[in-house]
């Protein structure tokens, strides 16, 4: 495929999403459905597809129009590039540019939040909630997402890992973030069929992600209940460690693929029920990765920032505080209890703990640590507490 047909198929694409269609089922038939595509052009298609998600205002009012080709027009010029030599109409291309698409302002035209990309309605929790740092952490989302790897440090150094990867043909280095982090600065998509994935030598997982867990300070053959365990990856990070990790989740098929994680990885985590997690314990650690916005990797999951509406926050926040106090007796005496959020929103952190303590009095807050964009990895906050 040529380039100008590559912005046509993502102009495709981009349509089906905006209709209201989830773009990753939209990508799945797209490709399906076009068999002449290979995976260089199935990729280029798909980084176009989540840039133009990533920074829908801001391309939408460079191009003119909220729609597919619109989006496509303010990605090229967003990028300094003339849309003209693209949007020619011949061959797969484009149509040619119409008189009123030539005729478009530039971004310094477009309001502060259009800018950056930011939903209005959520424009003011995040500058409460961000303060200076507000500008800076919005435009970083409207960037692609580094590629982080966690070493296994159960089988192998991060030096080693390195090493491996490298026969492989990708290139990594460690991150400041954690002491088990890499990132991948070429060869991404790689990584899945390398020997030191498959050998269960290092495991996707971003950086603050990682960071996250080093905060818990779990020491070895503590029991620890990942109360709200997704895919597991945090439960992974744990085992690694040394910690007996049981895995729960209300939704029991986010968990299908730990199996197969943990038995590459060699890790121990056992999958439990509701009822199981609450028989098994009481437990060292709590932990509770808590269902939320997900604001901290908007960059890495884009459309997650215009699906969110404010109902659906308070429903995310009235959960987070069930979540709490349905563990809260779960925890051993003298162990603490932990909670996290991939967001940036004071509203699912802070306030969060602290309308917890001020359900839960005998509880105290023994430290907190937040993380942005701005430190490499996604947004996220944690907290330990204690009674």
């Given at each position: 495929?040529?380039?100008?047909?590559?912005?046509?198929?993502?102009?495709?694409?981009?349509d089906?999403?905006?209709?209201?269609?989830?773009?990753?089922?939209?990508?799945?038939?797209?490709?399906?459905?076009?068999?002449?595509?290979?995976?260089?052009?199935?990729?280029?298609?798909?980084d176009?597809?989540?840039?133009?998600?990533?920074?829908?205002?801001?391309?939408?009012?460079?191009?003119?129009?909220?729609?597919g080709?619109?989006?496509?027009?303010?990605?090229?010029?967003?990028?300094?590039?003339?849309?003209?030599?693209?949007?020619?109409?011949?061959g797969?291309?484009?149509?040619?540019?119409?008189?009123?698409?030539?005729?478009?302002?530039?971004?310094?035209?477009?309001?502060?939040?259009?800018?950056?990309?930011?939903?209005?309605?959520l424009?003011?929790?995040?500058?409460?909630?961000?303060?200076?740092?507000?500008?800076?952490?919005?435009?970083a989302?409207?960037?692609?997402?580094?590629?982080?790897?966690?070493?296994?440090?159960?089988?192998?150094?991060?030096?080693?890992?390195?090493?491996?990867?490298?026969?492989d043909?990708?290139?990594?280095?460690?991150?400041?973030?954690?002491?088990?982090a890499?990132?991948v600065?070429?060869?991404?998509?790689?990584?899945?069929?390398?020997?030191?994935?498959?050998?269960?030598?290092?495991?996707?997982?971003?950086?603050?992600?990682?960071?996250?867990?080093?905060?818990?300070?779990?020491?070895?053959?503590?029991?620890?209940?990942d109360?709200?365990?997704?895919?597991?990856?945090?439960?992974?990070?744990?085992?690694?460690?040394?910690?007996l990790?049981t895995a729960?989740?209300?939704?029991?098929?986010?968990?299908?693929?730990?199996?197969?994680?943990?038995?590459?990885?060699?890790?121990?985590?056992?999958?439990?029920?509701?009822?199981?997690?609450?028989?098994?314990?009481p437990?060292?650690?709590?932990?509770?990765?808590?269902?939320?916005?997900?604001?901290g990797?908007?960059?890495?999951?884009?459309?997650?920032?215009?699906?969110?509406?404010?109902?659906?926050?308070?429903?995310?926040v009235?959960?987070?505080?069930?979540?709490l106090?349905?563990?809260?007796?779960?925890?051993?005496?003298?162990?603490?209890l932990?909670?996290?959020?991939?967001?940036?929103?004071?509203?699912?952190?802070?306030?969060?703990?602290?309308?917890?303590?001020?359900?839960?009095?005998?509880?105290?807050?023994?430290?907190?640590?937040?993380?942005?964009?701005?430190?490499?990895?996604d947004?996220?906050?944690?907290?330990r507490?204690?009674?």
């Open positions: 495929m040529t380039p100008a047909a590559r912005v046509a198929a993502a102009i495709e694409v981009l089906a999403w905006l209709g209201g269609a989830p773009v990753e089922k939209v990508l799945t038939t797209w490709g399906r459905t076009h068999r002449f595509a290979g995976s260089k052009d199935r990729a280029a298609i798909r176009h597809v989540f840039d133009a998600i990533r920074c829908r205002r801001s391309f939408a009012g460079l191009g003119g129009a909220e729609t080709r619109g989006l496509m027009l303010g990605a090229l010029r967003a990028a300094g590039l003339d849309p003209a030599s693209v949007f020619t109409g011949e797969h291309a484009p149509e040619a540019l119409a008189q009123d698409e030539t005729q478009i302002g530039g971004i310094a035209n477009l309001p502060e939040a259009a800018r950056l990309d930011c939903p209005d309605w424009a003011d929790a995040l500058r409460q909630s961000l303060g200076a740092e507000f500008a800076p952490v919005m435009a989302l409207r960037q692609r997402a580094p590629v982080f790897l966690r070493v296994n440090v159960a089988r192998t150094t991060r030096e080693s890992a390195i090493e491996a990867l490298s026969a043909g990708i290139l990594a280095r460690p991150h400041d973030l954690s002491p088990t890499l990132e600065m070429d060869g991404a998509r790689k990584v899945q069929n390398s020997a030191a994935y498959q050998a269960g030598l290092v495991e996707l997982q971003d950086a603050a992600s990682q960071a996250v867990v080093d905060f818990l300070e779990v020491p070895s053959g503590a029991r620890v209940l109360y709200c365990a997704g895919g597991g990856g945090k439960s992974l990070a744990l085992a690694a460690a040394g910690a990790v729960h989740d209300v939704d029991p098929g986010r968990m299908r693929d730990l199996p197969a994680r943990a038995d590459r990885a060699g890790a121990a985590v056992a999958r439990v029920s509701t009822g199981e997690a609450t028989a098994g314990g437990y060292d650690l709590v932990f509770v990765d808590a269902p939320c916005s997900g604001s990797a908007w960059r890495r999951s884009p459309e997650g920032k215009w699906a969110l509406t404010p109902d659906r926050l308070d429903g995310l009235a959960v987070q505080a069930d979540i106090d349905a563990v809260a007796s779960l925890v051993a005496p003298g162990g603490e932990a909670y996290a959020t991939c967001s940036l929103l004071h509203r699912e952190n802070r306030d969060q703990i602290d309308g917890f303590l001020g359900r839960w009095p005998d509880w105290r807050l023994v430290g907190e640590r937040r993380f942005t964009p701005l430190d490499g990895g947004g996220f906050y944690v907290a507490l204690t009674r």
